[in-house]
């Protein structure tokens, strides 16, 4: 024995003598030559050091590893210095590996992909093709996990970059430490880390640390974390950092979990968003299963966005999720929010429970409520209220359907409800339909709620029962109205209602009104103040005001809409129907028919607006009672009968100056049985004859109106003027015609009627002129629209009046003129001119008398009166000594 122990000395003296002596600098080349047979790259080692008693240890410094072949002249691996020692004796006697700690420093990974996907890393990790070998029992001489004790790991100032030119990205890992305690199997260590990264492409910036106690049990198989914290900074084109603070609890054979009591803690800003949370809870789980219970949830989120400001939010409830079977139960859910969104003030709290089977895609919600409030200077009343209540949320993605129903919403006095069925959901335009109820409301009360002024209508109770039920059809993009059924006041409006596009306002309708008052909604007709004049009416400012088409243009719009009776401007109309279509951008035409006060009425518009808007008009008014109407429309009524009104025009421009200046086409009318007021004719002729003879004019106790059987007229607009010549009107006493202009633009008269008196006049008027018959007296009109003129031109009057006594004159002592010219001159001419012109001799001058049928008179001499022809009228010569214009 002593011999064996003295062998045993001697041979580790050797040892010792020979490590002693060994420097593996020395082989330095050699490895590196190893390196580059094996990879092909070039390995470079700084020092080695090398210890063997009592710990076999090893320094390493400056080691460095070559790229692969075309990614470039860096290193693909570099580190700055690595330590590691064993203890030599339990390796020997217990094949325990004991190692007093494992240190890193420095350490450089350059990973890269170039633009064809090859790596330069996976030359080093060629896997050779080896048959598989048999399974063996457990070899006892391999070491085991509980053998296994580090001192402890220590890594610091690593850092990885990745380059990949395929996808265009770069990331980068900087600073990376790990420290832990002592590594026992079964016992427990600490751990610190930290790391820093970067992201090129997204210009963010990333910073994490992480401590936690590590206990494992390696009986059990139970791992608890406690004291876990990790912090997480985010810098660059975002800003942010999280808290993590809790406990973790597992078992590594059933993998159950649990957070018995967790805080989250995040604050943030993008852009002009700002936010912080914090969550708290607990929560359960079986990795197995896939079950995960989350209790006592409770996140406090604050926030800015924009108009948003101090916005809050609080959020409570229960999550069960399964993500094996993806099924997920949201229990006691319940969402208190509240903010400030410019100059409103808005505070909402939902409820509701929800269940969601994400691999079937069903989705339903029970008992959903949301109340909500509005605030703020701006809103009526300072404050309004909107609650929402819905019964059930049935949501089926695969097949694209749902139902929402029982919805009822209440808010600003308002009362609605619905249940609607949902479709389409699997594409980019869902769709609802449903019918839906408005529960009478006051309209009157409504506006006044959101509006500065007060509703001014000529009804004050006007608005004030308004109720609407219909069917509802409508997605993302449209929202149309079937069965519609409108209750305003005393009114009922039925139909359809269709806006087909959101984004142009396309609008469709199909309406029916059973009868209406539209003056009762119209602004009551105010007087002028006392003390402030009225504004004088200025036809050329008129002309410069710009015709509003662009709202026109923009209008896209096909419908029809029916009244039974409608009022409108003390207008009663009956039967009356519009059509109105046109596309946007194009030309809209409108067809609008009715009747009133006994007639009929049509009118056709085409309208095409753009750079060059035009007009076109068709209007026709037939067997139109024009007493009551001019009474309910104007409140006077000054023209009576029965009247027929044609009218034909086009014009175009965008001012109505232009429009007028443009107006071409025709115009005709046709008046019956009627009367106009506010002059008597007759008594204007009975009032001039006096005024030219001289006397004085009594004016007799009749109506002051002028009646006529009919009144026809009809011009040619050219250009804005209305150009006519055709005007007849009669009633017993008179035939009216005229001839003139009337200018629309500058709305100025220059016409001229041409009354002649009947030569019988028993008429109304006719009394004291019956001297005058066959006289015409012309009027002429000028002046303005608002300041027209009357003139009767009593010298032309005069001249009649002295023309039609000559003639009266002359028809008279017509015979005994004939007579006395045929017996001084009949015989001689008869002789003269021969037998075949006596027929035409005495139609000139009348038959000769026979000398036997009576003897000649004997001549007297008298004195002969003058010729009628030559006598000037009292009333001619009153006229020029008068003024034309009384």
Do not use: C
Request: proline share 5%; hydrophobic share 35%.
């Amino acid at each position: 024995m002593i011999l064996v122990g003295l062998v045993l000395l001697v041979a580790i003296g050797a040892v010792i003598a020979v490590i002693a002596t060994f420097d593996p600098n020395d082989y330095r080349s050699q490895i590196a030559g190893i390196v580059k047979d094996k990879t092909g790259r070039e390995l470079q080692i700084g020092d080695i050091g090398l210890s063997v008693f009592p710990w076999i240890k090893v320094d390493l410094s400056a080691v460095s590893l070559s790229n692969a072949p075309g990614f470039g002249e860096q290193p693909f691996a570099e580190v700055g210095k690595a330590k590691v020692g064993v203890e030599l004796m339990p390796l020997l006697r217990q094949r325990k590996i004991v190692v007093d700690g494992l240190q890193l420093d420095g350490l450089v990974l350059n990973l890269a992909r170039n633009a064809e996907g090859k790596t330069n890393w996976e030359d080093l990790v060629k896997k050779e093709d080896k048959p598989d070998e048999p399974e063996t029992p457990e070899d006892e001489s391999k070491f085991k996990l509980e053998d296994i004790d580090i001192g402890g790991i220590e890594i610091t100032k690593a850092a990885i970059r990745y380059q990949d030119d395929q996808a265009k990205q770069a990331y980068q890992i900087s600073d990376f430490n790990l420290k832990t305690g002592a590594l026992k199997p079964g016992k427990a260590f600490d751990i610190e880390t930290s790391v820093k990264a970067a992201l090129e492409a997204q210009k963010l910036n990333v910073e994490l640390k992480l401590s936690t106690h590590v206990d494992p049990d390696l009986d059990t198989q139970d791992i608890e974390l406690s004291k876990l914290k990790l912090e997480a900074k985010l810098s660059g084109a975002q800003q942010g950092e999280a808290k993590f603070e809790g406990d973790i609890k597992g078992n590594l054979k059933t993998q159950a979990f649990e957070l018995p009591k967790l805080t989250l803690d995040v604050k943030g800003k993008s852009g002009d968003i700002e936010a912080e949370a914090t969550l708290k809870g607990s929560i359960k789980g079986d990795m197995i299963s896939q079950q995960i219970d989350v209790s006592g949830l409770d996140l406090d989120a604050k926030g800015k966005q924009g108009p948003m400001n101090n916005g809050q939010a609080k959020l409570k409830g229960a999550i069960k999720a399964n993500l094996q079977t993806q099924v997920f139960d949201l229990t006691g859910l319940d969402v208190d929010a509240k903010g400030k969104y410019g100059e409103y003030d808005i505070a909402a709290l939902l409820k509701t429970a929800a269940h969601a089977e994400l691999a079937s895609k069903l989705f339903t919600a029970k008992g959903l409520t949301l109340n909500a409030t509005v605030g703020g200077k701006a809103v009526p009343g300072g404050t309004q209220k909107v609650d929402l209540t819905v019964g059930d949320v049935k949501l089926d993605q695969a097949k694209g359907s749902g139902q929402v129903s029982s919805v009822l919403l209440k808010a600003a006095g308002l009362e609605a409800s619905t249940s609607l069925a949902v479709s389409a959901l699997d594409t980019d335009t869902p769709r609802f339909s449903g019918p839906l109820e408005v529960k009478p409301f006051n309209a009157r009360e409504l506006i006044a709620k959101f509006s500065a002024e007060p509703l001014k209508t000529a009804d004050a109770k006007a608005l004030t029962s308004v109720s609407l039920s219909s069917r509802i059809d409508g997605s993302t993009k449209s929202l149309k109205l079937d069965d519609l059924l409108l209750k305003l006041d005393q009114s009922t409006v039925s139909g359809s209602l269709n806006l087909r596009d959101f984004a142009s306002m396309a609008l469709g309708f199909a309406l029916k009104i059973d009868s209406i008052d539209a003056d009762r909604y119209l602004p009551p007709v105010e007087p002028p103040p006392a003390n402030q004049p009225a504004k004088p009416y200025n036809a050329a400012e008129l002309n410069k005001t710009e015709i509003p088409l662009d709202a026109l243009n923009d209008l896209d719009v096909d419908g029809t809409l029916s009244i039974g009776k409608l009022k409108i401007k003390g207008t009663n109309l009956s039967d009356v129907r519009l059509d109105i279509a046109g596309p946007k951008g194009a030309a809209k035409q409108a067809s609008l028919a009715g009747k009133l006060y006994g007639g009929s009425f049509t009118a056709n518009t085409r309208i095409a607006p753009g750079p060059h808007p035009s007009y076109a008009i068709k209007t026709s008014l037939q067997s139109l009672s024009l007493g009551p109407a001019l009474k309910d429309f104007m409140g006077d009524d000054k023209v009576t009968g029965v009247g027929t009104v044609n009218l034909d025009i086009t014009t175009a421009g965008k001012t109505v100056g232009d429009v007028r200046k443009a107006l071409n086409g025709d115009v005709s009318l046709n008046f019956k049985n009627g009367a106009v007021k506010g002059f008597n004719l007759g008594e204007m002729l009975r009032k001039g004859k006096a005024m030219l003879a001289g006397q004085q004019y009594v004016a007799p106790a009749e109506p002051v109106e002028t009646d006529f059987a009919v009144i026809d007229f009809s011009g040619k607009i050219v250009n804005g003027v209305l150009k006519s010549d055709s005007l007849d009107a009669r009633n017993p006493l008179l035939r009216v015609g005229g001839s003139g202009e009337i200018d629309l633009v500058n709305e100025t008269f220059n016409y001229t009627a041409k009354p002649t008196i009947v030569e019988s006049s028993k008429g109304q008027g006719g009394r004291g002129l019956e001297d005058l018959g066959g006289l015409t007296v012309p009027i002429k009109l000028t002046g303005t629209f608002s300041a027209p003129k009357y003139k009767i031109d009593f010298k032309d009057m005069a001249k009649e009046r002295a023309k039609a006594e000559v003639k009266q004159q002359l028809d008279v002592r017509k015979e005994e003129l004939q007579q006395k010219l045929n017996d001084k001159y009949g015989d001689k001419l008869n002789q003269k001119l021969g037998p075949e012109l006596a027929p035409a001799l005495e139609g000139l001058f009348g038959k000769k008398k026979k000398k036997d049928a009576q003897p000649p008179a004997q001549e007297q001499p008298q004195q002969q009166p003058s010729a009628p022809a030559e006598q000037k009228p009292a009333e001619q010569k009153k006229e020029e000594s008068a003024p034309s214009n009384p």
